[in-house]
């Protein structure tokens, strides 16, 4: 091989390099938006989502069959905790409504000859807020009244900009089962219609758009 023939060999590798990065990057891209997604157990995040803890600022709605004085609304106070007729102080932050009512039936034992029948749902959500961050039109904070999916979140942050890869969203949520990174593919939501990924999201859940 002449000096000529290296030169020219020099002079193409570059391009040879450039061009299989390409490919390589090509299949990269085709497999993450093509090819076998993240799989992720949704049907267990559903279950968790039924579980929302109440906080400060929440409104509950407190029914006990056959007994109008202890049925009402009330907000939970800062320090967590409510105040009924003759059950006195409930603390109600950080627990589930089945806690609640569970907690209300337990401390009206001791008033009441019958049990109690007691029912709490969550009437308001001022405790309630989510983050959007990334590749969205206004990344932030939000406080929406009621709880809103992964869907309705990237709404509220003004929808995705020019440049998001909006198959590889990643919802972060730390809750006392620990910290996850739940898989969200946009495509497979709105086009192939698995609305399993479309969670409602919890208090604190971040929703990341890359």
């Not at 993450?32 to 803890?53: I, K, N, Q």
């Not at 409930?90 to 609640?100: L, S, Y």
Request: proline share 5%; glycine share 10%; hydrophobic share 40%.
């Amino acid at each position: 091989m002449d000096v000529h023939q290296k030169k020219r060999i020099a002079r193409g590798a570059p391009g040879r390099l450039a061009r299989g990065c390409l490919v390589v990057l090509g299949l990269s891209f085709s497999a993450s938006c093509g090819g076998a997604r993240p799989s992720y157990d949704y049907t267990t995040e559903l279950r968790v989502m039924r579980t929302y803890t109440v906080g400060a600022g929440d409104v509950l709605e407190v029914r006990v069959w056959h007994n109008d004085q202890l049925s009402r609304r009330v907000t939970v106070r800062p320090d967590g905790f409510v105040t009924l007729p003759l059950v006195g102080d409930v603390a109600c932050g950080g627990k589930t409504v089945e806690q609640i009512a569970k907690e209300i039936t337990t401390k009206g034992q001791q008033f009441y000859t019958e049990p109690l029948v007691v029912s709490v749902e969550v009437a308001e959500l001022h405790s309630y807020r989510i983050y959007v961050l990334g590749e969205v039109t206004r990344p932030g904070e939000f406080t929406p009244s009621g709880q809103v999916t992964v869907l309705q979140a990237i709404a509220l942050a003004g929808g995705f900009t020019r440049f998001a890869a909006s198959n590889e969203i990643v919802i972060v949520r730390k809750d006392q089962h620990g910290e996850r990174r739940i898989p969200f593919a946009f495509s497979a939501v709105v086009k192939g219609g698995d609305l399993r990924e479309n969670l409602p999201l919890l208090t604190n859940d971040t929703v990341v758009v890359p």
